[in-house]
């Protein structure tokens, strides 16, 4: 569970509330929609304890919320100031003087998972789990076996049987109480009742096996869980707490990484992980980018390249300049994509997890119609077994025993979590099991083309010259012209001039000409670099027109400069995989469409070079919108896949919307349910048939769970089975149902 995302009456007295028993804390802000919470104070605080502080109070809030539908508390302390601002709450305690202010030093808190935890989860529950069934097994063994060496102790079996109970039963024991305080009844309660039942009537060795394999099946699925989790917590633990940060007099120093804000200069050492994301200002090095994109070969980076929080500096020392606060980095992005996906219910799994106590509650009404319906109708001893059977009382707990939905509530987490792990590990993140489930659905798969479909980063694939022989010149004009632009073509240009040791110009004069180009004297010579247009309306004009455009894949950018004209010809490199992975999508019966604002010359020539369904050329944001649109007119399911900004729109239109990379922007992210790591466009294929793979996992766990309930409740209404074989089919079908969905984990990509 998670902070909501507009905060009640109930959430603000609480947190004013704490702000006020907080010495030396003088405001909070809170912003539930980034997952962001800020302090400031005035003076020394415990940090550590403050944040420790901050997660409890919030966790109360939370049961508060949920248990008493978020009444509001008496007012709020006196002098407290509340403002509320879309998407923020600041709490002050009254207003500050300007003086006081300019003293208090704001600092981020970890947003903290706030749900009710169990007093013993932790990563590790699963060995306790373990331990605890291991004693029952062997409690349970001697309750069997040392009556017969000691006959003159009658009282000695049911000790030992009571004592297996006893440990195997103490988590499921604890779960109930804790389901009780909040008059719910859930698959534990009903399991102790069970027991407790069994032992009334004196089978106290079926009470003791049925705790035992209730708890070893409760291990195994804490295990699965322990290993869906575990791939997932390497990032968590990717995550940089401290950074260097370079003083403006000279100097280093080391400051938590909350501390580092935009523009701060930031040193990394070899071997060291990048705190923040950033662009490099000096040195070389390689980094290792496989734990947030998947790619296993190190990428070089030289300055002006960026570098990503988590990430390692493989050698060499790298100076760098933040571009974003921790908080906003990619790795925190990726950590709140898997806090929120493992949140976040799909539809199948609300649906089961909606009638959890009903589903209990009946149970136990029906296993008190069928004790008494046995005993006043059939004359069914109610208590002790006949010579005819077993008792009344007892068929009515075989039957609660075999229609508990341990392994139908079961069914669906535990394939949704096993398949976000995998993709986890393989650089596909999902924004919860409703998008797993979506995507396997679709029918139609919408792309974009530059960044998806194509690198999004230009080459420059060609230089001319006019006259001919002097390309060289030309290429080492527009580096110097362009060196200390941002945009992709002025990187393309000094790639290319970098790579092939063209001379390093100074450039005076310089200006940009709004809409067209750059201008500059490189030293004596007066250069302008810019669109065709520059040369169309000069005295070269006439000539100018007679020159052929440039084929439909290419950009082109002219230079003019005294006795010299050129102009270099770049292009969006098509990604290696994606006619591949187009190729796939079609065999599997997708259609697939290019939805691109680029002129229809160049979408046509990329669609047919790649093998596209369809393309759909020379649209704005608001025209891909009415294109998915169409297609769900006509009653097609529609995935769409984009990266940029102006993707965002058509990604909150798409049935299921997938953001390519981290890198991407943060506005088609937010929109995305499924996030590509790395821009590996093949990683949506992979999604895909992980999707229907896990589909399957699930229907074959309701098909297990189900059926076995509906023959055991068959053959337990009529008598047929003592509770030792009911148990063994309901704990059975249980662990089967985790062994299936931990099949995903280790499933490989097709």
């Known amino acids: 569970m998670l902070i909501p995302d507009t905060l009640d009456d109930s959430w603000v007295a609480g947190l004013a509330e704490f702000l006020n028993t907080q010495q030396n804390v003088e405001a909070l802000v809170v912003e539930p929609g980034k997952r962001r919470i800020a302090v400031a104070t005035l003076g020394p605080v415990d940090e550590e304890r403050l944040r420790a502080r901050l997660a409890e109070i919030l966790r109360v809030l939370h049961d508060q919320h949920d248990h008493n539908h978020g009444h509001p508390r008496e007012g709020l302390p006196p002098g407290m100031k509340v403002s509320r601002e879309p998407g923020q709450m600041l709490f002050e305690k009254g207003i500050p003087c300007q003086t006081a202010a300019r003293f208090r030093r704001w600092r981020e808190i970890p947003w903290p998972e706030v749900g009710h935890t169990h007093a013993f989860e932790t990563g590790e529950h699963w ?14 063994l001697a309750g069997y076996i040392v009556p017969s060496f000691v006959p003159g102790l009658p009282w000695i079996g049911p000790a030992l049987f009571i004592a297996a109970m006893c440990t195997g039963g103490w988590d499921a024991f604890v779960d109930s109480l804790d389901g009780l305080r909040h008059f719910q009844v ?17 089978h106290f060795g079926e009470g003791a096996l049925l705790l035992f394999l209730f708890s070893t099946s409760g291990a195994l699925e804490e295990f699965a869980l322990f290993r869906t989790r575990r791939a997932i917590d390497a990032l968590f633990k990717a995550a940089p707490k401290t950074a260097r940060r370079e003083k403006p007099g000279g100097g280093e120093e080391t400051i938590p990484v909350e501390d580092v804000r935009t523009g701060d200069t930031i040193l990394a050492r070899e071997g060291d992980a990048f705190p923040v994301d950033g662009e490099m200002l000096s040195g070389k090095t390689a980094v290792d980018e496989s734990n947030l994109t998947g790619e296993s070969t190190p990428v070089e980076k030289f300055p002006g390249d960026p570098v990503y929080s988590g990430t390692i500096n493989l050698w060499g020392a790298a100076r760098f300049r933040a571009t974003a606060p921790a908080a906003e980095s ?4 990726i950590i709140r994509l898997i806090q929120d996906a493992q949140h976040l219910k799909a ?46 009382f007892y068929r009515a707990m075989t039957l609660l025993v075999v229609a508990s939905p341990c392994a139908l509530v079961l069914s669906i987490p535990s394939a949704i979590l096993a398949a976000i792990a995998w993709g986890a590990r393989r650089g596909i993140l999902f924004r919860g099991g409703a998008a797993l489930e979506k995507l396997a659905s679709v029918d139609v798969v919408a792309l974009d083309k530059t960044g998806t479909l194509t690198t999004g980063e230009l080459v420059v694939e060609r230089v001319e010259s006019f006259p001919p022989g002097r390309e060289d010149e030309v290429a080492a004009l527009a580096l110097a012209l362009e060196k200390e632009a941002s945009h992709p073509i002025a990187h393309a240009i000094v790639r290319y001039g970098r790579n092939r040791n063209l001379p390093d110009r100074e450039v005076d004069k310089f200006r940009a000409i709004t809409g067209a180009g750059v201008q500059g004297e490189v030293g004596s010579a007066r250069c302008v670099l810019g669109r065709r247009e520059l040369i169309e309306q000069g005295p070269l004009g006439v000539w100018a027109k007679s020159l052929p455009l440039p084929p439909p894949e290419f950009a082109e950018v002219w230079l003019v400069a005294e006795n010299l004209l050129g102009r270099l010809l770049l292009r969006d490199q098509i990604r290696t995989q994606s006619a591949p992975v187009l190729a796939a999508l079609k065999a599997e019966g997708l259609h697939t469409v290019m939805l691109t604002g680029d002129r229809r010359e160049t979408a046509e020539a990329v669609g047919k070079q790649i093998g596209l369904s369809e393309v759909r050329a020379g649209l704005k944001p608001a025209d891909k919108v009415a294109v998915l649109g169409e297609f769900k007119q006509q009653g097609k399911i529609v995935a769409m896949v984009g990266d940029g900004v102006n993707d965002a729109p058509c990604l909150a239109a798409a049935d299921v919307s997938v953001g390519m990379g981290a890198r991407g922007a943060d506005a088609a992210l937010e929109q995305a349910e499924i996030v590509l790591m790395g821009d590996k466009i093949e990683l949506f294929l ?65």
């Open 686 to 750: 992979d999604a895909y048939h992980l999707s229907h793979r896990t589909r399957r996992v699930i229907h074959q766990n309701l098909v297990i769970s189900l059926g076995t309930i509906i023959v055991m409740v068959g053959a337990a209404l009529f008598g047929f089975v003592p509770i030792t074989i009911g148990v063994v089919a309901h704990e059975g079908s249980t662990v089967v149902v985790c062994l299936n969905s931990l099949r995903l984990l280790w499933a490989k990509a097709k």
């Open 186 to 202: 859930d698959i534990h309660f009903l399991m102790i009742a069970v027991a407790v039942g069994a032992s009334a009537i004196g």
């Open 330 to 333: 990619s790795l925190q992005k």
């Open 127 to 140: 060995k306790l789990l373990a331990t605890l069934a291991g004693a029952c097994f062997v409690l349970m």
């Open 347 to 392: 539809p199948s799994q609300r649906f089961t997890d909606k009638f959890g106590t009903p589903y209990a509650l009946g149970i136990m009404g029906a296993a008190l119609a069928v004790f008494l319906f046995d005993w006043l109708v059939l004359h069914v001893p109610p208590f002790r077994d006949g010579v005819d059977g077993f008792s009344a």
